[in-house]
């Protein structure tokens, strides 16, 4: 079974530049969920979706971060313009939620740096 | 500047040891937890998880302990192998929703 699929897995980017990662859930998952990781804060979540809905973007950073999810099988996060302090490992996850307690399956991850 | 970054405690354990991870969490509400596995440069991968309505459950070589008077997570991993050198991480859920605590970094020694 193919897992969640993160492209790009490296990306290397000047400040100023506009940064787009990919992301394929698990074929019928129902939820997504885009974490990021640095050494600085651990594992953050980012922003999930239900059903391509966006439920919970509290952990956006800014107004620089957008995510979208146009269809069940592909979201986006896209950072505009990015920064050195951008640099991190992206995740995305994906989970068939049916009610509390649903494992949550992550991608490899896109390692990000902006120099 | 100077960065700091996240200090992860650090559990040294022989091979053939059984290990045991501990994990406080902070939600009274959360109801599912889970323990996840990060080998470098790997995601985050699913070893087991419980349910607040359980006080233990058992998968191949790990039991997951809840103590939930204490808001308190363990993970036991018997007779620790090598390819059981990673960072583990509890995570604490409600409707859905994964918190993940900062991590403990196991390193298995021959």
Same mark, same amino acid.
């Given at each position: 079974?193919?897992?969640? $699929? &993160?492209?790009? *897995?490296?990306? %290397?980017?000047?400040? =100023? &530049?506009?940064?787009? !990662? *990919?992301?394929k859930p698990i074929s019928g998952h129902n939820s997504l969920f885009w974490y990021r990781q640095t050494m600085m804060r651990g594992l953050e !979540? !980012?922003? +999930?979706?239900?059903?391509?809905?966006?439920?919970?973007?509290?952990?956006?950073?800014?107004? *620089?971060?957008?995510?979208?999810?146009?269809?069940?099988?592909?979201?986006?996060?896209? $950072? &505009?313009?990015?920064?050195? *302090?951008?640099?991190? %490992?992206?995740?995305?996850?994906?989970? !068939?939620? &049916? =009610?509390? =307690?649903?494992?949550? +399956?992550?991608?490899?991850?896109?390692?990000?740096?902006? %120099? | 500047?100077?960065?700091?970054?996240?200090? @992860?405690?650090? @559990?040294?354990?022989?091979?053939?040891?059984?290990?045991?991870i501990n994990c406080a969490y902070s939600n009274s509400a959360s109801d599912y937890f889970i323990w996840y596995k990060q080998e470098s440069g790997?995601?985050?991968?699913?070893?087991?998880?419980?349910?607040?309505?359980?006080?233990?459950?058992?998968?191949?070589?790990?039991?997951? @302990?809840?103590?939930?008077?204490?808001?308190? @997570?363990?993970?036991?991993?018997?007779?620790?192998?090598?390819?059981?050198?990673?960072?583990?991480?509890?995570?604490?859920?409600?409707?859905?929703?994964?918190?993940?605590?900062?991590?403990?970094?196991?390193?298995?020694?021959?």
């Amino acid at each position: 079974d193919a897992g969640v $699929i &993160q492209s790009p *897995r490296h990306e %290397v980017t000047e400040m =100023g &530049q506009e940064v787009t !990662l *990919r992301c394929k859930p698990i074929s019928g998952h129902n939820s997504l969920f885009w974490y990021r990781q640095t050494m600085m804060r651990g594992l953050e !979540l !980012l922003i +999930y979706f239900n059903n391509n809905v966006p439920i919970d973007d509290s952990g956006m950073p800014e107004d *620089r971060f957008s995510a979208k999810m146009p269809n069940a099988s592909f979201s986006t996060l896209k $950072i &505009q313009p990015s920064e050195p *302090r951008d640099s991190a %490992v992206y995740f995305c996850a994906s989970s !068939l939620m &049916q =009610g509390p =307690g649903n494992t949550i +399956y992550f991608g490899e991850g896109s390692w990000l740096t902006v %120099v | 500047g100077e960065s700091v970054g996240l200090h @992860l405690p650090t @559990l040294s354990v022989q091979e053939g040891d059984n290990s045991i991870i501990n994990c406080a969490y902070s939600n009274s509400a959360s109801d599912y937890f889970i323990w996840y596995k990060q080998e470098s440069g790997k995601g985050p991968q699913f070893i087991i998880d419980i349910r607040s309505n359980m006080d233990k459950r058992q998968g191949q070589r790990v039991t997951v @302990l809840l103590n939930k008077t204490v808001k308190h @997570l363990s993970l036991q991993i018997a007779a620790t192998q090598p390819g059981d050198s990673a960072v583990y991480f509890c995570a604490e859920s409600s409707w859905g929703k994964l918190q993940f605590g900062a991590g403990t970094q196991v390193v298995v020694t021959p």
